[in-house]
């Protein structure tokens, strides 16, 4: 299950409260993506990076912001401006961008905002 | 952009016999069809793939077909285990894309 890392494995917050979600990975892979998971509605991409200090908008982007920094780290954050932002997180890595590649998933962050 | 339609959306079958999954999709340019499994709270793992240029692809009890003309492809599990059990979702994606995943297939194997 190694490769592929998200911290926390639960987070709570107050509504109003930006919060960060952590995804790295050590497979040395040029792309990385958040998608969010609800139920019935399989994986939503939100954003995707297919090198360092570039990243592009999925298809729920509105309300998170990202960053890459390092070819490693691909942070998440929910802003308070996500209208509803309870779910689950998942954080994944191709070893290049497009599509024709397989990606690896991190255990996810299940995300509560009461 | 690229849709992905998958169906059913549950499906129990008895343990022995076989299920089959189905997903359709709308670009004719999509060229990577993988096929993940996700057991509850876990992470989604891919079990099979396969690329437009193949039509079948075979991996012991598992097998997913592809019909680039009609734009669908399948996952088939044989001789169905309860460890099978989980939700499957079906992909499309192209080298210019990101992928396009279907709602899931919520599979149960009865003993």
């Known amino acids: 299950d190694g490769g592929i890392t998200q911290s926390p494995k639960y987070l709570f917050r107050k509504e109003g409260q930006n919060v960060t979600l952590s995804c790295e990975q050590n497979l040395n892979h040029d792309a990385m993506y958040w998608y969010r998971q609800d139920p019935g509605q399989g994986l939503r991409l939100i954003y995707y990076?297919?090198?360092?200090?570039?990243?592009q908008k999925g298809d729920i982007a509105e309300g998170y912001s990202v960053s890459r920094e390092k070819k490693e780290s691909f942070p998440l954050t929910v802003t308070s401006a996500q209208k509803n932002p309870t779910a689950f997180y998942l954080c994944?890595?191709?070893?290049?961008?497009?599509?024709?590649?397989?990606?690896?998933f991190g255990p996810g962050t299940r995300l509560t905002v009461t | 952009g690229e849709n992905v339609e998958q169906h059913p959306s549950t499906l129990s079958v008895q343990e022995g016999d076989s299920a089959v999954i189905k997903c359709t999709y709308s670009?004719?340019?999509?060229?990577?069809f993988p096929w993940y499994k996700q057991e509850l709270g876990k992470r989604p793992q891919l079990i099979i793939d396969?690329?437009?240029?193949?039509g079948e692809k075979k991996d012991q009890r598992i097998a997913v077909t592809l019909n680039k003309t009609a734009k669908h492809f399948s996952l088939h599990i044989t001789e169905t285990q309860p460890e099978d059990s989980a939700v499957y979702f079906c992909a499309a994606s192209s080298p210019l894309n990101q992928f396009y995943f279907g709602t899931g297939t919520s599979l149960t194997v009865i003993p």
């Open positions: 990076s297919q090198i360092v200090n570039d990243f």
């Open positions: 994944a890595s191709s070893p290049s961008a497009g599509g024709s590649y397989e990606q690896y």
């Open positions: 670009d004719s340019a999509s060229n990577y």
């Open positions: 396969i690329r437009s240029n193949v």
